[in-house]
């Protein structure tokens, strides 16, 4: 079997598909829809990054393909409903770089307590400034995180090793980690926190959840932080509160427009103000972080490749089934409409198959069944399962 590799996946990768058996094409860049289509032919598996798009186009030319590795967080750039229509299972990496956001907010916690950012600009302008006004220890004061999930729990915990008292406002129910405590709403955590960093998903309605209203709503000389995404936050707003001094400081690591190349020149009314600290959406970029991606999707591509195992694939129903010994594993991907199993069941008890073991997981328009057969599967029973109406794709692993 062949897997292409793309966008400079971390060199693990390319060597667990090697030591699995596979024949390896790792390259550095994205290809096109048109490049990739060429390349496709006979590939069974593709590992991306964020700047390749699947579209339609390319998933009909990828007529081998069995699974896309998103060796990111975001899958935004893969056409999933389609793929899981063609059977193609995709997969990403959702929580390796959550540890470095957590080292990063704290990083910024600290450094604008500190006013790091406008002490070392003026060392650097030869201005020797030595003042305590204005920098204050973190130990005591409180962090509100908005948005308490993967990061926002974790932050939680490393926040409180280094003496922060936590208060945290979610949308949905969350487990309080540690001390953290839950408060009722965005105002009230708003009123309390001397830091408010923000951890919200990138859903639409979160978009504008941070403007002219909820800035004056914080503490005077708080701090603020956003390393969720760029579209929640009101820059312009933020910009106002930061020159007014109502806000001691900010960070900010995304925002609502990006450069999209490297060197791009970058454009917002953050640019220039003291105690700001601004980076380039690096908040999950770590050479850590890297690593971790590549080992967690490869692992997730062979472990659907050797054993069927869909857990947290992004688009196919999630089937984890134990390993059996002497048994042929039968990978069904079917429509999910009444009786697509008991057609299936039936046929395989027609032609002397037990089933020995068989989990089913449906999402939406497609069901997905692992099945653990034992007795003699013919290619004919196959192509019988295959020539199903309602089947999508069979593929037999064996025992
Ligand atoms: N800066 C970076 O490089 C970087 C890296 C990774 C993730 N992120 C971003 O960080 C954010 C958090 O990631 P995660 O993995 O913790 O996500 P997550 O889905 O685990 O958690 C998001 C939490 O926010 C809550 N939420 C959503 N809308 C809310 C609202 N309006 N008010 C209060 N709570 C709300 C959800 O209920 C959930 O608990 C995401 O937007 C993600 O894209 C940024």
Redesign the pocket.
């Known amino acids: 079997m062949k897997v292409v590799l793309l966008e400079n996946i971390h060199p693990l990768a390319a060597e667990a598909f090697r030591r699995a058996g596979f024949e390896v094409d790792a390259r550095p860049g994205s290809l096109s829809e048109h490049e990739l289509s060429d390349v496709l032919q006979g590939v069974s598996l593709l590992g991306i990054r964020s700047n390749t798009t699947i579209t339609r186009n390319v998933l009909e030319a990828g007529k081998d393909l069995l699974a896309v590795g998103c060796f990111c967080?975001g899958t935004n750039q893969v056409d999933l409903g389609d793929a899981a229509e063609r059977g193609v299972a995709v997969f990403n990496a959702p929580f390796s770089?959550?540890r470095s956001?957590v080292e990063l907010v704290l990083a910024e916690i600290l450094a604008l307590a500190r006013r790091l950012p406008e002490k070392t600009q003026r060392m650097h302008d030869g201005v020797w400034d030595k003042s305590a006004k204005g920098s204050h220890e973190i130990r005591g004061r409180t962090l509100g995180i908005?948005?308490?999930?993967?990061?926002?729990t974790q932050l939680s915990n490393v926040a409180e090793a280094v003496g922060l008292r936590v208060i945290f406002?979610?949308?949905?129910d969350?487990l309080a980690h540690g001390n953290a405590r839950r408060v009722a709403t965005?105002e009230d955590l708003l009123a309390q926190a001397d830091v408010v960093s923000l951890?919200?998903?990138?859903?639409p309605g979160?978009a504008g959840?941070f403007g002219a209203d909820q800035f004056a709503l914080m503490k005077p000389r708080s701090i603020f932080i956003n390393?969720?995404?760029g579209m929640v936050v009101d820059d312009a707003a933020l910009r106002a509160n930061i020159l007014s001094g109502h806000l001691a400081g900010a960070a900010i690591?995304?925002f609502p427009i990006e450069p999209k190349a490297q060197g791009d020149p970058f454009e917002s009314p953050l640019r220039g103000l003291d105690n700001v600290i601004l980076t380039p959406?690096?908040?999950?970029?770590t050479e850590e972080a890297q690593l971790d991606i590549g080992d967690f999707v490869t692992g997730k591509l062979l472990g659907y490749l050797q054993n069927g195992t869909t857990a947290l694939s992004v688009n196919f129903p999630e089937v984890l089934l134990p390993h059996l010994e002497g048994v042929t594993r039968l990978l069904l991907l079917h429509r999910n409409q009444p009786g697509a199993m008991a057609h299936v069941n039936s046929a395989l008890a027609d032609n002397g198959l037990n089933v020995e073991q068989q989990q089913l997981s449906t999402s939406g328009a497609m069901g997905y069944a692992v099945t653990d057969v034992r007795g003699p599967l013919t290619q004919a029973v196959v192509d019988q399962l295959r020539a199903m109406p309602e089947i999508v794709r069979v593929d037999v692993l064996p025992g």
Do not use: K
Request: charged letters at 20%; hydrophobic letters at 30%.
């Open positions: 967080i770089n959550t956001v908005v948005g308490y999930g993967n990061i926002g406002y979610d949308t949905a969350r965005l951890h919200v998903d990138g859903r979160n959840l390393a969720s995404r690591d995304v959406h690096v908040g999950g970029s």
